[in-house]
C-alpha cells in the first residue's frame, strides 16, 4: 500500500469512527429503549442524532439534508432537527488552496488565469468555489473539491444505513433500501467533475435559446475530475425577490417552472436539488430578467419510460382512469400493488399533481408555510402504510420526489401565481416515448454521456 493509499485508508477508517459511534450510539439507545419495552422520546433522540451529525461538516450532512427533503425517509422529529443542519465545511486556506490547484493543473496553474482570487465566493459540502479570470478576460467560477473526498463520501454512504436502521428498527412501514441505493449512486456522481462539465453542456442543449434561463460555460482545459471551471455569472440571491412585484415573481417562477420541467418533459433529465442556493437571478433594464443555474452536481437521467408514467399518472388523475394509474405506477417500479395501496400512492400523487391538474392561476399551495409543504399528506400516507404496508419505494422515484418538492417551496417563497395546469400542458405537448428518447440520445451524444439502463 503507497503512502497516499495509506493516508486514504487512514482518514475513512477515522471517519467511519466518529461517525459511527455518534450515529450508531444513538441508534443503540434507541434499539435498548424498545428491548426493554421502555417510552421513547424521539424529539430528544432526534435532537441527540442532529448533534452526531452536526459535529462532521462533510458530506454526512448533504446525505442528512437530502432525506430531511424526502417525504416520510425519517420520522417528522428528525427530519425538523436535521433541517436545521448547515452543510459547510471550513473552507481552504490560501496555501492549501495553491498546493490542490497545482496537483491538478500543474506548477504553473497561476499563468493559466489573468487572475484567481485567494478568499472562495462559496464553500459547500464538497467544495468550494472561487473567483477567476480567464486570460482572455472572462469572468469564471472555479470549484474546487475538498481532498480525500471520494474517501469521506464513501464512509458517509456506509455510516448512512445507521439512519436507515433507525427508521427500520422504529417503523417498518416504508422499505428505504432503493433509497439508499439511489442516494449513493448520486452522490458518487458528484465526485466526478467532470461528468459535471458533461451535465452544463447537457443543460445548455436543452435550454439553448431560453431566454429567462442561463447556463455557464465549461472550460475543459481549466477543469479536471476534481476541479471544474465554468463561466461566473453575476446575479443576487432569488430569496431577495420574495417581496418584489407579483410580475417579476411570477416570471421568475415561470423561468424555474421552464428550467426544471422541460428537461424532465422532452429529455427524460432533472436536476435533483432545487435548493434556493442553485439559482441566482440575472437583471435586464433594473428588472429581473431570470434565472442563473449554478450547479450541476445532483442531475439525474431518466429512461424515458419513467417520463412516460408521470405523464400517464397525470392523465389517469385527470380523467380518472384508474387502470392508466396503475401502469403508472408499474411503470414507476412499485410492487405489489393492491387497491389500498394505490388509495395510499394517490394521496401523495394528488398532493404533487393538483396544481398542474387545476386549470386556472392559482399560488402552489394556498395558505402552507415554506417548511409545512407536504408535510400533512406525508402524515396521511404514512400512518396508512403503518396499517396495508410495507412498501420499498422505487429508486427513480427519490429524487423525482425530492425534486419537485423542493421547487414547490421556491414557488411559495416567490408567492407565485401561475397558471400551473397551463405550463405542465406546454412541457408535454405532442409527448411520445419516441421523441423523449430521440432528443435524449441526440442530447447525451452531444454532451458525450451514457444513456440510462
Same mark, same amino acid.
Given at each position: 500500500m503507497s503512502d497516499r493509499e495509506a493516508n486514504r485508508f487512514s482518514a475513512r477508517a477515522a471517519r467511519y469512527a466518529r461517525v459511527g459511534a455518534n450515529v450508531g450510539g444513538v441508534a443503540a439507545r434507541m434499539a435498548g429503549a424498545r428491548l426493554l419495552g421502555r417510552g421513547l422520546d424521539r424529539s430528544?433522540?432526534?435532537? @441527540?442524532?442532529?448533534?452526531?451529525? %452536526? %459535529?462532521?461538516?462533510? =458530506?454526512?450532512?448533504?446525505?442528512?439534508?437530502?432525506?430531511?427533503?424526502? =417525504?416520510?425517509?425519517?420520522?417528522? @422529529?428528525y427530519v425538523t432537527e436535521l433541517q436545521k443542519l448547515q452543510s459547510q465545511a471550513p473552507p481552504m486556506g490560501w496555501a492549501f488552496v495553491k498546493r490542490r490547484m497545482t496537483a491538478e493543473l500543474g506548477a504553473d496553474w497561476q499563468k493559466k488565469f489573468a487572475k484567481f482570487e485567494h478568499h472562495p465566493a462559496a464553500a459547500a459540502s464538497l467544495g468550494q468555489v472561487h473567483r477567476a479570470q480567464a486570460l482572455d478576460g472572462t469572468a469564471l467560477a472555479c470549484k474546487l473539491q475538498y481532498p480525500d473526498m471520494q474517501s469521506a463520501v464513501e464512509a458517509d454512504l456506509q455510516q448512512l444505513e445507521?439512519?436507515?436502521?433507525?427508521?427500520?428498527?422504529?417503523? =417498518?412501514?416504508?422499505?428505504?433500501?432503493?433509497i439508499a441505493v439511489e442516494i449513493g449512486a448520486r452522490m458518487r456522481e458528484e465526485l466526478d467533475y467532470r461528468r459535471e462539465a458533461k451535465h452544463a453542456a447537457l443543460y445548455r442543449s436543452m435550454l439553448g435559446g431560453v431566454e429567462t434561463i442561463r447556463v455557464p460555460r465549461a472550460w475543459p482545459e481549466?477543469?479536471? %475530475?476534481?476541479?471544474?471551471t465554468l463561466d461566473w455569472l453575476e446575479g443576487r440571491r432569488l430569496l431577495e425577490y420574495t417581496k418584489a412585484d407579483l410580475a417579476s415573481r411570477n416570471r421568475l417562477a415561470t423561468a424555474m417552472f421552464t428550467a426544471w420541467w422541460f428537461p424532465f418533459s422532452r429529455f427524460g433529465v432533472i436536476h435533483g436539488d432545487p435548493h434556493l442556493g442553485n439559482y441566482t437571478v440575472f437583471a435586464e433594464n433594473d428588472a429581473p430578467g431570470g434565472i442563473n443555474l449554478l450547479d450541476y452536481g445532483c442531475i439525474r437521467i431518466f429512461p424515458p419510460r419513467f417520463v412516460g408514467g408521470v405523464v400517464d399518472?397525470?392523465? %389517469?388523475l385527470l380523467h380518472g382512469d384508474e387502470a392508466l394509474v396503475v401502469r403508472a405506477y408499474e411503470t414507476w417500479g412499485f410492487q405489489r400493488l393492491s387497491r389500498e395501496l394505490i388509495d395510499i400512492l394517490n394521496i401523495w400523487a394528488r398532493f404533487i399533481y393538483g396544481p398542474l391538474l387545476d386549470d386556472r392561476v392559482r399560488t402552489i399551495a394556498d395558505g402552507i408555510k415554506p417548511g409545512e409543504y407536504g408535510r400533512r399528506q406525508a402524515f396521511q400516507v404514512h400512518r396508512a402504510l403503518r396499517e396495508k404496508g410495507p412498501v420499498m419505494v422505487p429508486r427513480e422515484f427519490v429524487f423525482m420526489d425530492r425534486a419537485a418538492i423542493g421547487l414547490g417551496s421556491v414557488f411559495l417563497h416567490l408567492r407565485a401565481e401561475l397558471n400551473?395546469?397551463?405550463?405542465?400542458? @406546454?412541457?408535454? @405537448?405532442?409527448?411520445?416515448?419516441?421523441?423523449?428518447?430521440?432528443r435524449q440520445a441526440e442530447a447525451l451524444a452531444q454532451a458525450g454521456l451514457a444513456a440510462p439502463a
Open positions: 430528544r433522540n432526534a435532537a @441527540e442524532l442532529a448533534a452526531a451529525l %452536526g %459535529g462532521l461538516k462533510g =458530506p454526512i450532512m448533504k446525505v442528512a439534508q437530502l432525506l430531511a427533503t424526502i =417525504p416520510d425517509a425519517l420520522p417528522t @422529529e445507521w439512519l436507515f436502521a433507525i427508521r427500520r428498527r422504529m417503523d =417498518p412501514a416504508i422499505d428505504t433500501t432503493e481549466l477543469s479536471t %475530475g476534481r476541479l471544474l399518472l397525470y392523465h %389517469g400551473f395546469h397551463r405550463l405542465f400542458n @406546454e412541457a408535454i @405537448e405532442k409527448f411520445s416515448l419516441a421523441r423523449v428518447a430521440q
